[in-house]
């Protein structure tokens, strides 16, 4: 199995390319420095899930480590969405409204908020997997405006490998997913496509929210052979409910967040999270140091993790391969 690789599909191709440019402007390693003023960095996320809060904690990490500490030089202020959109909407005005130095929306339904009502103020993105599909920007390299961010695309390709390694008789996958959500929109649309390539199907269970989904798992039992939750903060919210599903039914639940895996999911190559948030509050350093951010380059995730969890595959009737157990970064016990 392939961990690593380039994935030929154009959208995934497309915002690669954007990291080698990105990557001579990127601020890495900032150096610690005492700002002289205050200033305000406003976080706002759609719903509490490990993922989304340790992106949160990677930005207040990364501001830190520049020298902006909060409660001296530094107001953070975090706001949760809970799941509501409506509420997202809300957070976001309220944001646009106090002016904040830098707005950071995590998750597309939160960004997509945001960047509707914060006009003038500088707003940087986190944890979107299609920054082009969602309408945030035109341009990867040369976003505009005054925005820009960083995206959490997974790495479809190899999760359809890994599929493969681990339940090489699988041929259907149950795919849950919040069509409302552009971000799980996007990652179905080249799931399928990679599924075409390796002789395999994609089973959808739409769900609209989070309530929906144990009814949306249920009814894949029969119809698929494994799940794979993708980075849906719809589903994320209500995984526990998927892992029962997979347990009581022998279908083993695969999913593109590494959090996931700690939680019930048998395997995951996803993002370190927390390291995604260190890369976007580096970005939001060098734009409280004066950068426009219509000028930096959308960058993506720098780095993706396999984590396993073999007791999980044993509770879901599987046995993970030795030689995938090797390659993982992590392995829950």
């Known amino acids: 199995m392939r961990r690593k690789g380039r994935i030929n599909v154009s959208l995934e191709y497309r915002l690669k390319v954007y990291v080698a440019l990105a990557a001579m402007l990127f601020l890495a390693g900032v150096p610690a420095a005492a700002a002289s003023e205050k200033v305000v960095v406003a976080v706002t996320a759609i719903d509490h899930h490990p993922a989304l809060e340790a992106c949160r904690d990677g930005i207040r990490d990364a501001l830190k480590a520049a020298g902006y500490e909060d409660g001296k030089n530094l107001t953070f202020i975090y706001e949760n969405a809970e799941g509501d959109l409506a509420a997202a909407t809300q957070i976001a005005r309220k944001f646009a409204k106090s002016k904040p130095d830098v707005i950071v929306p995590i998750s597309t339904p939160s960004a997509q908020a945001v960047i509707a009502a914060a006009i003038g103020t500088p707003v940087v993105f986190a944890a979107v997997t299609d920054p082009l599909g969602a309408k945030l920007v035109r341009d990867m390299h040369v976003p505009g405006g005054n925005v820009t961010g960083v995206s959490d695309l997974s790495p479809i ?153 073999p007791t999980a595959a044993a509770e879901m009737g599987l046995v993970i391969p030795e030689d995938v157990i090797s390659m993982a970064e992590k392995v829950i016990k």
């Open 157 to 309: 390709r190899q999760h359809i490998e890994l599929i493969e390694a681990i339940t090489p008789g699988a041929r259907k996958i149950g795919v849950l997913f919040n069509p409302r959500e552009s971000n799980s929109y996007t990652l179905v649309y080249l799931m399928k496509k990679m599924a075409m390539g390796a002789n395999m199907t994609i089973v959808e269970a739409p769900v609209r929210q989070s309530s929906d989904v144990p009814a949306a798992a249920q009814s894949l039992v029969g119809k698929a052979d494994i799940f794979f939750v993708p980075t849906d903060n719809t589903i994320a919210a209500a995984l526990d409910t998927v892992i029962k599903v997979g347990r009581d039914n022998g279908m083993p639940v695969y999913a593109g967040d590494i959090n996931a895996v700690k939680r019930g999911a048998i395997a995951a190559i996803g993002v370190n999270y927390y390291n995604l948030g260190r890369q976007t509050g580096n970005i939001v350093v060098r734009i409280l140091r004066g950068e426009k951010p219509g000028k930096i380059p959308v960058t993506v995730a720098e780095k993706t993790d396999l984590y396993v969890n």
